[in-house]
């Protein structure tokens, strides 16, 4: 009875939010349609061995998963990458800033050194 409630609950849970396959559970990933017990298995005995997923394609690596299997659970999969994206997007922006702030102390250099020189070029003609 414990077992039928615990596949309903996951059932009801897969219809509206996506399974992260990096952390689902065998029980979570057999709900999947496709994706038996011994394929979820197989998923999880896969992801002990070789670490996460980076992405729904490297399902493909998985014994028994081929691009068919991948091509029908891709809407139901996640593995994560969005806030892996959300992350590298904000390294890129934080990056952008900083060489901006670089290039700018670099200009009020260079015309401080312009300045100078033009100073130093009158001081000279002066003379």
Same mark, same amino acid.
């Given at each position: 009875? $414990?077992? @039928?409630?615990?596949?309903?609950?996951?059932?009801?849970?897969?219809?509206? &939010?996506?399974?992260?396959?990096?952390?689902?559970?065998?029980?979570?990933?057999?709900?999947?349609?496709? @994706?038996?017990?011994?394929? &979820?298995?197989?998923?999880?005995?896969?992801?002990?061995?070789?670490?996460?997923?980076?992405?729904?394609?490297?399902?493909?690596?998985?014994?028994?998963?081929?691009?068919?299997?991948?091509?029908?659970?891709?809407?139901?999969? %996640?593995?994560?990458?969005?806030?892996? $994206?959300?992350?590298?997007?904000?390294? &890129? $922006?934080?990056?952008?800033?900083?060489?901006?702030?670089?290039?700018?102390?670099?200009?009020?250099?260079?015309?401080?050194?312009?300045?100078? $020189?033009?100073?130093?070029?009158?001081?000279?003609? %002066?003379?």
């Amino acid at each position: 009875m $414990k077992r @039928i409630l615990l596949v309903l609950s996951f059932l009801a849970v897969s219809l509206f &939010a996506k399974i992260d396959i990096n952390t689902a559970s065998v029980e979570e990933l057999s709900t999947i349609k496709g @994706i038996g017990a011994k394929k &979820a298995e197989a998923i999880v005995k896969y992801r002990k061995a070789h670490g996460k997923f980076k992405s729904v394609d490297d399902l493909k690596n998985v014994k028994g998963i081929g691009d068919a299997i991948v091509l029908n659970v891709k809407n139901d999969v %996640k593995n994560g990458e969005k806030s892996a $994206k959300k992350k590298s997007l904000k390294k &890129a $922006k934080k990056s952008a800033k900083t060489s901006k702030k670089s290039k700018k102390s670099k200009s009020t250099k260079n015309k401080a050194d312009k300045k100078a $020189k033009k100073t130093q070029t009158s001081k000279k003609a %002066k003379k």
